[in-house]
């Protein structure tokens, strides 16, 4: 009786359906609730007795009644407004998740933006591992990640004890008319006498009825630093009445120092080091007239601008007011634009951000308007080099006077390295894929086939190599 009992009240405690069972209230009718309590009162799970109007003023009080017995109807939402709410609910979770995500984004953008400023300053070092072809992944170990002192800097001091031992070459090339002081402004640039005419006791100033390249070589050294260099000079250059194709001899010659760069490039036994005798600048000597380019400069610009870098001057610029210097200079600008001319620095040879800003700066001050003498006189009880006139002295050192100083320091102290890597990665490297593709031959074939392979000697008709030489080395 007692299992049977506890059994029952468990059933219905759980809600399963009974007869007497109230569905609408949710609750037990009042005949079952009253027999529960009279059977639990009889087996002493009660202690005190209750009565049935006991029992049916708590039931009247503990269920509430039903929604019919209030006289309410039940209210079901109907499909419609289930699906808007869905779709509504739906829209909501896609908006927050946009926003979630735009606040993340937004939030990755300042943090790089904060590493990359702080990178920049150098407080930060940012570790970018990459991947490679042969390796997974390469990344970049600055001086603050390192347990301690490795010595990797010691490279430079080596490079710099090498190249004091060995030297290094720089060829330089001065093209314009007869009188423009050529001769003068290399002199001035080294502070010595490397022209030339200096270097010729018994020279005589004439005009040459042809252009003829003549060159002249000196080893420099200052400082423990030696640079063996070659100045080129094209006399009767402009100086005939009819200048048609000047400029031929000045373009062969360019590309025969190329070519024999090329054939010492493809012997079998090469040099440890090949003789450097590449045209690395071209200065260009315009006159000071005021007006405009002449047809010759336009044309031999267009034409060497290809195969060498041009850097135009303003010769004997003093012969010009600061007014008239300025004007020439936009005139000459806008010229050069108009023709596509493309002068030293170009543009697209920019590294990076820092060699734009330099170079832009030279860019504006193109053509510079120049001085040159290697004359010294007494200003403020310093010796200067100037020009000494009637109303005072032209200081070619003082940037307010002339801008010699912007043409040494582009040619000498901050971009001649510069000079020689566009020489060999653009100029050089141009000549070599047009030769290489005009031969229709691979390297090995055309070294067999055209080019000397070892000690001047022709793989295919064994002629001496000299006679190559020979030729390149007569416009020397």
Not at 368 to 382: I, L, S
Not at 447 to 460: D, I, K, Q, R, Y
Request: aromatic content about 6%.
């Amino acid at each position: 009786m007692h299992t049977h009992i506890h059994t029952h009240a468990c059933t219905h405690t759980h809600g399963s359906t009974h007869p007497s069972t109230n569905t609408h209230s949710g609750g037990l009718s009042t005949s079952l609730f009253i027999e529960y309590r009279v059977v639990l009162s009889a087996h002493g799970f009660l202690t005190a007795p209750v009565s049935t109007r006991d029992t049916t003023k708590v039931l009247e009080q503990e269920i509430p009644a039903s929604m019919e017995e209030r006289g309410m109807e039940e209210v079901k939402p109907s499909a419609v407004e289930d699906k808007a709410a869905a779709e509504e609910a739906v829209e909501e979770r896609v908006a927050q998740e946009k926003t979630e995500d735009s606040t993340a984004q937004n939030k990755e953008t300042e943090e790089r933006e904060v590493d990359v400023e702080r990178e920049m300053e150098g407080e930060v070092e940012v570790v970018t591992p990459c991947p490679t072809e042969s390796h997974g992944l390469q990344g970049t170990i600055k001086g603050h990640d390192l347990f301690g002192y490795v010595g990797i800097e010691a490279v430079l001091d080596q490079m710099r004890r090498k190249t004091m031992k060995a030297g290094f070459e720089f060829n330089i090339m001065v093209v314009g008319q007869s009188g423009l002081g050529k001769s003068t402004l290399v002199n001035t640039l080294f502070k010595s006498k490397v022209s030339r005419k200096s270097c010729s006791p018994n020279y005589e100033e004439k005009i040459s009825k042809t252009v003829k390249l003549q060159s002249v070589s000196h080893v420099i050294e200052e400082k423990g630093v030696k640079m063996k260099l070659t100045v080129i000079d094209t006399p009767g250059f402009g100086d005939q009445i009819n200048n048609e194709n000047c400029w031929e001899p000045i373009v062969s010659y360019v590309n025969e120092q190329y070519e024999r760069y090329l054939k010492e490039e493809l012997y079998v036994n090469r040099k440890p080091r090949i003789p450097d005798t590449r045209v690395h600048c071209c200065v260009y000597f315009l006159p000071a007239t005021g007006h405009w380019l002449r047809p010759i400069d336009v044309e031999f610009m267009k034409r060497l601008g290809k195969i060498v870098s041009i850097v135009p001057i303003i010769a004997k610029a003093d012969t010009l007011t600061m007014e008239e210097r300025q004007e020439f200079k936009q005139r000459i600008r806008q010229d050069l634009n108009a023709n596509g001319i493309r002068v030293y620095p170009q543009t697209e040879y920019d590294e990076d951000p820092e060699d734009r800003i330099l170079n832009d700066k030279i860019r504006e001050n193109i053509p510079f308007a120049v001085v040159g003498t290697d004359k010294e006189h007494q200003v403020n009880g310093n010796k200067v080099l100037g020009r000494k006139t009637k109303w005072g002295i032209i200081e070619v050192e003082n940037v307010a006077h002339c801008e010699f100083t912007n043409l040494r320091d582009l040619l000498i102290r901050s971009h001649l390295q510069d000079l020689k890597d566009v020489t060999h990665n653009i100029h050089y490297e141009t000549f070599r894929v047009r030769r290489l593709n005009e031969s229709n031959l691979t390297v090995h074939g055309l070294a067999l086939s055209c080019f000397p392979m070892e000690n001047g000697t022709h793989g295919t008709n064994g002629t001496n190599g000299t006679s190559d030489r020979s030729e390149s080395e007569s416009h020397l």
